[in-house]
C-alpha cells in the first residue's frame, strides 16, 4: 500500500520537469538535444536568463521554433546559425571566440599576467635580506636583562 | 629600478583614472540605451516573410513583395494590447503624410476582433498590415517586444530600426531626418 502511494507521488512530480508537455518532441534523443540547447540561447526580455529557464512569451515561441528545427532535420549550429542572424551574439548566453571578443576572453589571463609582472617586480627590488642585526651594546644588553627578568636582584 | 620607468609608475593611477572618467562620460550620454541590442538586420535584407490578412480589417496581409519599390517603406510591429503603440500611433499617422513612404503593420499575437477596434478608434496610418498569431514574424524580424519599427529602402535592405513607441520628439529630430535620408529627398 505504501509502496503504491509512493509510486503515485512521484507520478505528481514528473509534470514539475517538463517546460510544457504540449511543447515537448516526441523523440526522447532530439527532444534532449533541443533542451541542452534552450541553456545556452538568452531569452531576449529576461536579465541573463536563458531560454529553458523562463516562461516569457518569447521564449516559449523561440523553443517552439527551435523544436520545430530539431524535427525538420537542423543541427545545433544551424539552429543557433539562425537565432543570431535574428537577435546577433545576443542571444547566445556564452559569447562566441572571434576577433570582436578577444579582449573579452583573455582579460582574465591578461589581468594574472599584470599581476604576476607586478608581484615579480615588487620582489626582486626587495632589499635582499636584513643585514645581520649589531650586536647590543653594553647599555642594552643590560635593559634587555631586566626586562627579561635575569637581572641579578 | 631605472628613473624612467618609476616615473612612468607615478603617473598609471592618473592614467587609469582619466581613462575611467572618459568611460564614465559617454556613458552618461542621454541618447544611450543600455538596454538597446543591436540589430544584425540593420544593413541586411529584411526577411522574407508572407503574413496572413487580419481578419475584418478590410487591408491585404504583407506579401515579400511589398518590402521593395517604395522610397521608404516603414514597417511597424504593433499589437492592439500594447500601450506603447497607443502613444506611438499619432506619430505613424504623421509618418503616412510624409511624401514616398509606404506603411506596413505587422499585428503582433494579438486578437483580429480588437486589432481592428484599435485602429478604427485611432485611425488606419498602413497599406497592409499582416496578421503574426504565434509570434514568428516577431522572431523573423529580431523583436524583444512591441512596438518597434523598421526602416527599409527601395531594395528591401534594413537601414534603421527603432526600439520602442516613437514619440513626436524622436519622429521630429530622428526618425524623419533619416527617412529623407533613406528616400534620398533630402528637406
Not at chain 2, 136 to 152: H, S
Given at each position: 500500500?505504501?509502496?503504491?502511494?509512493?509510486?503515485?507521488?512521484?507520478?505528481?512530480?514528473?509534470?514539475?520537469?517538463?517546460?510544457?508537455?504540449?511543447?515537448?518532441?516526441?523523440?526522447?534523443?532530439?527532444?534532449?538535444?533541443?533542451?541542452a540547447l534552450f541553456k545556452d540561447v538568452r531569452c531576449v526580455v529576461c536579465?541573463?536568463?536563458?531560454?529553458?529557464?523562463?516562461?516569457?512569451?518569447?521564449?516559449?515561441?523561440?523553443?517552439?521554433?527551435?523544436?520545430?528545427?530539431?524535427?525538420?532535420?537542423?543541427?545545433?549550429?544551424?539552429?543557433?546559425?539562425?537565432?543570431?542572424?535574428?537577435?546577433?551574439?545576443?542571444?547566445?548566453?556564452?559569447?562566441?571566440?572571434?576577433?570582436?571578443?578577444?579582449?573579452?576572453?583573455?582579460?582574465?589571463?591578461?589581468?594574472?599576467?599584470?599581476?604576476?609582472?607586478?608581484?615579480?617586480?615588487?620582489?626582486?627590488?626587495?632589499?635582499?635580506?636584513?643585514?645581520?642585526?649589531?650586536?647590543?651594546?653594553?647599555?642594552?644588553?643590560?635593559?634587555?636583562?631586566?626586562?627579561?627578568?635575569?637581572?641579578?636582584? | 629600478?631605472?628613473?624612467?620607468?618609476?616615473?612612468?609608475?607615478?603617473?598609471?593611477?592618473?592614467?587609469?583614472?582619466?581613462?575611467?572618467?572618459?568611460?564614465?562620460?559617454?556613458?552618461?550620454?542621454?541618447?544611450?540605451?543600455?538596454?538597446?541590442?543591436?540589430?544584425?538586420?540593420?544593413?541586411?535584407?529584411?526577411?522574407?516573410?508572407?503574413?496572413?490578412?487580419?481578419?475584418?480589417?478590410?487591408?491585404?496581409?504583407?506579401?515579400?513583395?511589398?518590402?521593395?519599390?517604395?522610397p521608404v517603406t516603414v514597417v511597424n510591429l504593433w499589437a492592439s494590447w500594447c500601450a506603447p503603440c497607443r502613444?506611438?500611433?499619432?506619430?505613424?499617422?504623421?509618418?503616412?503624410?510624409?511624401?514616398?513612404?509606404?506603411?506596413?503593420?505587422?499585428?503582433?499575437?494579438?486578437?483580429?476582433?480588437?486589432?481592428?477596434?484599435?485602429?478604427?478608434?485611432?485611425?488606419?496610418?498602413?497599406?497592409?498590415?499582416?496578421?503574426?498569431?504565434?509570434?514568428?514574424?516577431?522572431?523573423?524580424?529580431?523583436?524583444?517586444?512591441?512596438?518597434?519599427?523598421?526602416?527599409?529602402?527601395?531594395?528591401?535592405?534594413?537601414?534603421?530600426?527603432?526600439?520602442?513607441?516613437?514619440?513626436?520628439?524622436?519622429?521630429?529630430?530622428?526618425?524623419?531626418?533619416?527617412?529623407?535620408?533613406?528616400?534620398?529627398?533630402?528637406?
Amino acid at each position: 500500500m505504501r509502496l503504491i502511494l509512493l509510486l503515485a507521488l512521484s507520478l505528481l512530480t514528473a509534470s514539475a520537469w517538463a517546460i510544457d508537455d504540449r511543447e515537448r518532441l516526441s523523440d526522447p534523443a532530439l527532444e534532449e538535444r533541443a533542451r541542452a540547447l534552450f541553456k545556452d540561447v538568452r531569452c531576449v526580455v529576461c536579465q541573463n536568463q536563458s531560454i529553458d529557464d523562463s516562461e516569457a512569451q518569447i521564449a516559449k515561441d523561440m523553443r517552439v521554433i527551435i523544436r520545430e528545427q530539431f524535427q525538420e532535420g537542423k543541427d545545433e549550429t544551424q539552429i543557433l546559425g539562425f537565432l543570431t542572424a535574428r537577435y546577433g551574439d545576443y542571444v547566445l548566453l556564452e559569447p562566441p571566440f572571434r576577433a570582436g571578443t578577444l579582449l573579452l576572453w583573455l582579460s582574465p589571463l591578461i589581468v594574472l599576467l599584470a599581476g604576476g609582472a607586478v608581484a615579480w617586480v615588487a620582489l626582486r627590488n626587495r632589499p635582499a635580506t636584513t643585514a645581520a642585526a649589531a650586536p647590543l651594546s653594553a647599555e642594552e644588553q643590560a635593559r634587555f636583562d631586566k626586562l627579561m627578568g635575569s637581572d641579578p636582584k | 629600478m631605472r628613473k624612467g620607468t618609476k616615473g612612468l609608475l607615478f603617473l598609471l593611477p592618473s592614467l587609469i583614472f582619466v581613462a575611467a572618467a572618459v568611460g564614465f562620460f559617454l556613458g552618461l550620454d542621454p541618447d544611450r540605451d543600455p538596454r538597446a541590442i543591436p540589430s544584425p538586420l540593420v544593413d541586411h535584407q529584411a526577411p522574407e516573410i508572407s503574413l496572413p490578412a487580419v481578419e475584418g480589417l478590410g487591408l491585404p496581409g504583407i506579401e515579400p513583395a511589398m518590402l521593395k519599390g517604395a522610397p521608404v517603406t516603414v514597417v511597424n510591429l504593433w499589437a492592439s494590447w500594447c500601450a506603447p503603440c497607443r502613444i506611438e500611433h499619432p506619430q505613424l499617422m504623421d509618418l503616412a503624410e510624409e511624401p514616398g513612404v509606404r506603411m506596413l503593420g505587422i499585428d503582433y499575437r494579438d486578437q483580429p476582433a480588437a486589432a481592428v477596434r484599435f485602429l478604427k478608434e485611432l485611425g488606419n496610418p498602413f497599406e497592409a498590415v499582416g496578421f503574426d498569431q504565434e509570434g514568428r514574424a516577431g522572431i523573423d524580424w529580431g523583436i524583444t517586444g512591441v512596438p518597434e519599427t523598421f526602416f527599409l529602402d527601395s531594395e528591401g535592405r534594413v537601414r534603421h530600426r527603432h526600439t520602442g513607441p516613437i514619440d513626436a520628439d524622436t519622429l521630429k529630430n530622428n526618425i524623419l531626418p533619416r527617412v529623407r535620408e533613406i528616400g534620398g529627398l533630402t528637406g
